[in-house]
């Protein structure tokens, strides 16, 4: 299973406590951003990180606004506030709300309660998490729940990615069959698919058509 990935905006003020350096030795994958504008700017750049870590203490601000903003942006992005000490929390878009002072493993503790997917068998690949286990796939910020044949069918595209799959090869796969003359039900479910999995389905960017062969998935 790969490490997983925070996004965290954390500001630089000497005092105040910084913890990005301090998760990338936790094991996580750390992307740090200094405001709330670059990490939407990641997030417009295709970046999908599994929870996103917003330092409001050290960055003097409440952090609602950033919360919010992320919030607008990818709705089921799991977000962590850390406050300062004494600071309410009130209203908030945040998932959870950490007061300072706290333990860099009390924070380690809350992310991973935030971490999608606890299945034990989970792939990921580029911005792709499919947990095999809890039958559901994450992207770009969105998560979805996937009935057996498409997550066989995403399985398959998986251990192929980069690779152009024939229809009839992808459909005999899925539907454990010789029978491959009418493949337009696998249409219908990669059209599914690309739901779960896309941005805009209609203009896919992951599952693409390779007309007159099949399908590729490029992560």
């Known amino acids: 299973m790969t490490q997983a990935t925070l996004l965290v905006i954390e500001g630089k003020r000497a005092d105040h406590p910084a913890f990005a350096a301090a998760l990338r030795k936790k094991g996580f994958e750390v992307e740090l951003v200094t405001s709330g504008?670059?990490?939407?700017?990641r997030l417009e750049g295709k970046f999908d990180p599994d929870v996103v870590v917003v330092h409001a203490a050290s960055l003097r601000t409440s952090g609602k606004r950033i919360c919010q903003s992320l919030r607008?942006?990818?709705e089921n992005l799991p977000i962590l506030?850390?406050?300062e000490s004494g600071q309410e929390a009130g209203k908030t878009s945040a998932n959870v709300a950490l007061l300072l002072p706290f333990t860099i493993q009390k924070l380690v503790n809350r992310i991973r309660h935030l971490l999608?997917?606890?299945g034990n068998n989970c792939i990921h690949a580029g911005l792709i998490r499919l947990d095999v286990e809890n039958h559901t796939v994450r992207c770009f910020g969105k998560q979805s729940r996937l009935t057996p044949r498409l997550m066989s069918l995403l399985k398959i595209l998986l251990d192929h990615r980069g690779e152009v799959i024939e229809r009839k090869s992808l459909f005999s796969q899925v539907w454990e069959t010789d029978y491959t003359d009418d493949t337009r039900t696998l249409d219908v479910h990669v059209s599914w698919l690309r739901h779960a999995i896309e941005a805009d389905?209609?203009?896919p960017k992951l599952l693409k058509t390779v007309r007159g062969v099949g399908y590729r998935l490029d992560v």
């Open 37 to 41: 504008s670059q990490a939407l700017a």
């Open 72 to 74: 607008e942006k990818m």
């Open 81 to 83: 506030l850390i406050l």
């Open 116 to 118: 999608p997917g606890d």
């Open 201 to 203: 389905p209609k203009n």
